[in-house]
């Protein structure tokens, strides 16, 4: 089934800046700025940095309600075919659907140019058009791979205060996010902008459903608080999937629990955001 998709172009990969020193040894690697970094779907960072202080340098992230609205109405698809039956015909019915339904919204001339783009990108991800998608990280570099857009959550912050929600994945081996994925696996995390910490009962699971379209391995996990990622907030939440070497493209969706100390737990959701990653 999974053999039948095939992929588009999501390969914008920045290098880092090295500062100029007068010394023997060039000196480490630096992020680029906030703004450059939020821009790119695909970046290398230090192998020693913390995913404390990576998912910090997401804080500044904005979304558009209406675009994250248009934008998750793919992701059903998506989910089903990370869950659906191993059929040929059901992969090539699936594939024409999802194919369908972003070509229906591309058409939408009140759509912003934001969301065509982003719809055209995952057009050419499925049709071929736009060759073999995201670029494979060098060896021992530790790429990181922004999901397609940021989402809303409704309420999570408080009654009539919504969280953005960034999500991006780190292809193996690598020591982000702890405990780190090995060769052939990609860790998720995702974070909810200006929530509290993570409650220890997450009442209704964020959820990543993937797929390899590489290999045809599919997986439904929940994302946990087991790795405590900013334990005293923003409310982050990760998982390792075995997914194998190949193009990965995933769908995290479901609800989250936060609660500060003395407070009663906060339950939201968040709609759906869709990524894609290539694990060497």
């Known amino acids: 089934m999974r053999r039948a998709l095939t992929l588009c172009a999501l390969a914008a990969t920045a290098g880092l800046a090295v500062p100029t020193q007068a010394v023997a040894?060039?000196?480490p690697p630096v992020l680029p700025d906030l703004a450059g970094l939020v821009e790119l779907p695909q970046f290398e960072i230090p192998a020693d940095l913390s995913v404390e202080s990576l998912t910090g340098l997401l804080a500044g992230v904005r979304a558009n309600p209406e675009e994250v609205e248009a934008l998750?109405?793919?992701?059903?698809?998506?989910?089903?075919?990370?869950?659906?039956?191993?059929d040929v015909a059901d992969a090539a019915d699936?594939?024409?659907?999802?194919l369908a339904q972003a070509k229906e919204l591309l058409e939408n001339s009140e759509l912003p140019e934001s969301v065509k783009s982003t719809l055209q990108r995952?057009?050419?991800?499925?049709?071929?058009?736009?060759?073999?998608?995201?670029?494979l990280p060098e060896p021992g570099a530790v790429v990181i791979s922004q999901f397609l857009y940021p989402?809303?959550?409704?309420?999570?912050?408080g009654d009539s205060q919504d969280s953005v929600g960034t999500a991006l994945a780190v292809a193996g081996p690598s020591h982000l996010?702890?405990?780190?994925?090995?060769?052939?696996?990609?860790?998720?995390?995702?974070?909810a902008l200006g929530t509290a910490p993570a409650a220890g009962e997450q009442q209704q699971p964020l959820t990543l459903s993937w797929v390899n379209v590489s290999n045809g391995r599919t997986g439904t996990q929940p994302l946990t608080n087991d790795a405590?990622?900013?334990?005293?907030?923003?409310?982050?939440?990760?998982?390792?999937?075995?997914?194998?070497?190949?193009?990965?493209?995933?769908?995290?969706?479901?609800?989250?629990?936060?609660?500060d100390e003395g407070a009663d737990p906060r339950s939201c959701t968040f709609l759906p955001t869709v990524g894609l990653v290539a694990v060497p």
């Open 25 to 27: 040894q060039p000196a």
């Open 72 to 86: 998750a109405s793919l992701a059903p698809a998506i989910i089903g075919a990370a869950v659906g039956p191993a």
């Open 94 to 98: 699936g594939k024409n659907d999802l």
């Open 122 to 135: 995952v057009i050419t991800f499925l049709d071929g058009s736009g060759g073999g998608g995201p670029d």
């Open 151 to 157: 989402t809303i959550g409704k309420g999570c912050i």
């Open 177 to 191: 996010p702890p405990p780190g994925p090995a060769a052939g696996q990609t860790g998720f995390v995702f974070t």
């Open 228 to 259: 405590k990622i900013n334990p005293d907030g923003p409310t982050t939440l990760s998982t390792i999937a075995d997914t194998g070497s190949g193009q990965v493209l995933a769908v995290i969706s479901g609800g989250i629990t936060t609660q």
